[in-house]
């Protein structure tokens, strides 16, 4: 990967204002989804970052919906199973279910009760950390399960939201935006 990695990734990453609401600045991701190349050297820095962190993940776990992009990837590069959160009503087995807050708003998570057992070691991949309100969601599924979460892994980080305090675990991010 190029050193200028962090800089076309930077320059990528679409800000829209006042999106959803009044205040907030958007980062806008599918622009780096629509560029094949940016997208996979995106993938390869996370899977290279885990691996400098020392994280041995025997899943991912990915929250709907922009997770299940980057985290399906990241674990099909690693060769390990992926495993999908998802809003309510989503999956057709018996769930666990976790109400949460948002940075704008309230919502709710589920998880397949047999996705993990104990001793799987995870890794929550997302393309967002904001308020953390989400990743603390999906540690708690996690956990319900029996398993235990490393950290959580994101393309982007909103500074001063404290979604690393409230997520409840190691975070590592590829850039850091203000919120």
Same mark, same amino acid.
């Given at each position: 990967?190029? *050193?200028? %990695? ?18 907030? @600045? %958007?980062?806008?991701?599918? &622009?780096?989804? !629509?560029? #094949? ?8 820095? @996370? ?23 980057? #985290? ?6 690693? #060769?390990? #199973? ?15 279910? $976790? ?8 919502? $709710?998570?589920?998880?397949?009760? *047999? !996705? ?42 909103? *500074? ?6 409230? !997520? ?9 935006? &203000?919120?």
């Amino acid at each position: 990967m190029s *050193d200028n %990695f962090h800089f076309r990734l930077r320059d990528t990453v679409r800000t829209v204002p006042n999106f959803p609401i009044e205040g907030i @600045m %958007f980062r806008d991701i599918t &622009p780096v989804l !629509a560029d #094949g190349t940016l997208l996979s050297d995106v993938v390869d820095r @996370m899977v290279s970052d885990l691996d400098s962190l020392g994280w041995k993940p025997t899943h991912i776990v990915g929250p709907e919906s922009r997770g299940f992009i980057f #985290g399906s990837m990241v674990a099909l590069r690693l #060769g390990i #199973g992926f495993i999908p959160v998802r809003k309510p009503g989503k999956l057709p087995h018996e769930i666990e279910r $976790v109400e949460y807050s948002l940075e704008y708003g309230e919502n $709710v998570l589920e998880i397949h009760k *047999d !996705a993990l057992t104990e001793g799987d070691r995870i890794v929550i991949v997302d393309d967002l950390l904001a308020t953390g309100g989400t990743v603390a969601a999906s540690v708690r599924l996690c956990e319900s399960t029996g398993a235990s979460v490393i950290g959580g892994l994101f393309m982007i980080e909103l *500074d001063g939201l404290n979604g690393t305090i409230n !997520a409840g675990i190691d975070t590592h991010s590829l850039l850091n935006y &203000p919120a």
